[in-house]
């Protein structure tokens, strides 16, 4: 080997360790960033990203007209709600490399959110015992905030595992199962993953009385598929909504019981709604009005704020 050879693969050698040792720098700044700085974080990364990529610009801009000028919704913070993916980004990235970096970390106000669904729960197994309970988070604030809900709804429970349909990528940032060994992820993205989804729901339903739903889920997150859906009235407007937990949750007599959270000034908080009988003929509507209730509510923080489809679309059959 040459001399220029040797010079070229050792500066390949350094550039790589220099990229690593700039990854561990940044995930090991995001392992430990205090909760409060997370918002006003994520307001000045989705500025600097404005003024250098106009996608970025775009999209913080196309959240707010959208929420104003179509869903004719009051948004008194407009900067707050277009930096809501960077600030989702940020969550996602704390809770996740938190944990790994040192093992398990405690949220104090995520679990009061889960020890709040367990009080209700166990209310409904108390009136009606034998019912199974869907729980149905919104899309809001993070995807890892809501599945860490959900481990510890799980923990509360003495559950040894509980099912969670999603359709959100897995190891966005390492092995998800190796963190969260007791939450079974049932994929719909795959087509290996959604054959017998709805067989695997039912399973899990009998087994421990208890699985997640995401009941909000508008048609496009599955536009690769086609998808069994609802007519409902949303915002003032024909929309449709996805049917499957409305036909599981019929088959099994099961009871919905939605909620959504928030997040503001490093402090996670939930609202809960009312739980909903999913064998009646009007539960689709009534989760409809819960969806207008959280997007009037918290627009801000919702994950699928500013898509151009939102409900208005979805392949019928």
Not at 276 to 297: F, K, T, W
């Amino acid at each position: 080997m040459t001399p220029w050879a040797v010079a070229l693969n050792l500066l390949a050698s350094l550039r790589k360790r220099l990229a690593w040792a700039k990854l561990g720098v940044q995930r090991a700044f995001l392992a430990h960033l205090p909760r409060p700085a997370i918002e006003p974080l994520a307001a000045v990364l989705w500025r600097i990203g404005g003024l250098v990529h106009a996608r970025t610009r775009y999209e913080g801009v196309c959240r707010c007209e959208l929420g104003r000028d179509v869903l004719k919704l009051s948004l008194p913070n407009q900067g707050r709600v277009a930096a809501g993916s960077f600030r989702e980004r940020l969550i996602d990235q704390r809770i996740y490399l938190g944990r790994l970096s040192r093992g398990s970390e405690a949220w104090p106000d995520l679990q009061q959110v889960a020890r709040a669904l367990v009080r209700k729960i166990a209310q409904l197994r108390a009136d009606e015992p034998g019912r199974p309970v869907i729980v149905s988070p919104f899309h809001y604030v993070s995807q890892y905030a809501n599945i860490y809900v959900i481990d510890e709804l799980r923990a509360q429970l003495g559950l040894e595992s509980i099912a969670v349909v999603s359709g959100v990528p897995r190891d966005l940032y390492g092995d998800d199962h190796a963190l969260i060994p007791g939450v079974n992820v049932l994929y719909t993205y795959g087509e290996d993953d959604r054959n017998g989804l709805g067989l695997r729901v039912a399973r899990a339903l009998r087994r421990s009385g208890v699985a997640v739903l995401f009941a909000d889920v508008p048609p496009f997150a599955l536009h690769r598929y086609p998808m069994e859906t609802v007519s409902v009235s949303l915002f003032g407007r024909n929309a449709r909504i996805h049917n499957g937990v409305f036909r599981l949750g019929a088959q099994f007599n099961a009871t919905l019981l939605p909620f959504y959270l928030r997040f503001e000034r490093g402090r996670f908080g939930a609202e809960i709604f009312d739980p909903i009988p999913l064998d009646e003929s009007g539960a689709p509507q009534h989760v409809a009005r819960y969806i207008e209730a959280a997007a009037a509510d918290n627009y801000a923080d919702r994950l699928v704020s500013g898509h151009p489809s939102m409900y208005s679309f979805a392949a019928n059959r």
